[in-house]
T-cell receptor, first 113, second 113 residues
Framework: DGGITQSPKYLFRKEGQNVTLSCEQN?????MYWYRQDPGQGLRLIYY???????QKGDIAEGYSVSREKKESFPLTVTSAQKNPTAFYLC????????????FGDGTRLSIL | AQSVAQPEDQVNVAEGNPLTVKCTYS??????LFWYVQYPNRGLQFLLK??????LVKGSYGFEAEFNKSQTSFHLKKPSALVSDSALYFC???????????FGTGTRLQVFP
């Protein structure tokens, strides 16, 4: 079945450590997105990419980095510069037409040890 | 600037009764509007969208939404609630010339048997 796969489902980070969250899609979508979800705050956009080898900062990009080397993959690195990384991270993708909805993976929950 | 407001943190309704989850928006130009549902520790699932045309939009699982341009609202409705509808619901808006989706803070729907 087509869809978006995020791994791992749970991740723990030590102080000063970078961690990378995986997002893979087999929907043949050009656009991909990373969101952070905190209780009571909805979803906030971290980074997005509309095409391979190109990406843009979202509203809360500080302390995060991404790459888009392949159409199907959009990994997110949470760096040690992100001082409050504990959150639920969601990856999404969208098809070509502008009015298409975003499709979401099942998320990665990141916690600090 | 684009924004979405979901004025109720929680909505409680008895099974079999109609339900409404409220959403108002602010966006330049014609909006693209979406409703998503989230179950615990899962990603967001797309329910329905308004792009243009009929103000009453029908979606998945018996849900519908009414677009009201003068009130800038897009309320989610269902004629008869099920206990299994209990979840977190998000309204989202995208402006005509942007790829960013802005989410509301979410409304928790609790359906009691």
């Amino acid at each position: 079945d087509g869809g978006i796969t995020q791994s791992p489902k749970y991740l723990f980070r030590k102080e000063g450590q970078n961690v990378t969250l995986s997002c893979e899609q087999n929907l043949n979508h050009d656009a991909m997105y990373w969101y952070r979800q905190d209780p009571g705050q909805g979803l906030r956009l971290i980074y997005y990419s509309q095409i391979v080898n190109d990406f843009q900062k979202g509203d809360i990009a500080e302390g995060y980095s991404v790459s888009r080397e392949k159409k199907e993959s959009f990994p997110l690195t949470v760096t040690s510069a992100q001082k409050n990384p504990t959150a639920f991270y969601l990856c999404a993708s969208r098809g070509e037409l502008g009015n298409q909805p975003q499709h979401f993976g099942d998320g990665t929950r990141l916690s600090i040890l | 600037a684009q924004s979405v407001a979901q004025p109720e943190d929680q909505v409680n309704v008895a099974e079999g009764n109609p339900l409404t989850v409220k959403c108002t928006y602010s966006v330049s130009g014609n909006p693209y509007l979406f409703w998503y549902v989230q179950y615990p520790n899962r990603g967001l699932q797309f329910l329905l969208k308004y792009i243009t045309g009929d103000n009453l939009v029908k979606g998945s699982y018996g849900f519908e939404a009414e677009f009201n341009k003068s009130q800038t609202s897009f309320h989610l409705k269902k004629p008869s609630a099920l206990v299994s509808d209990s979840a977190l619901y998000f309204c989202a808006v995208r402006g005509y010339n942007t790829d960013k989706l802005i989410f509301g803070t979410g409304t928790r729907l609790q359906v009691f048997p």
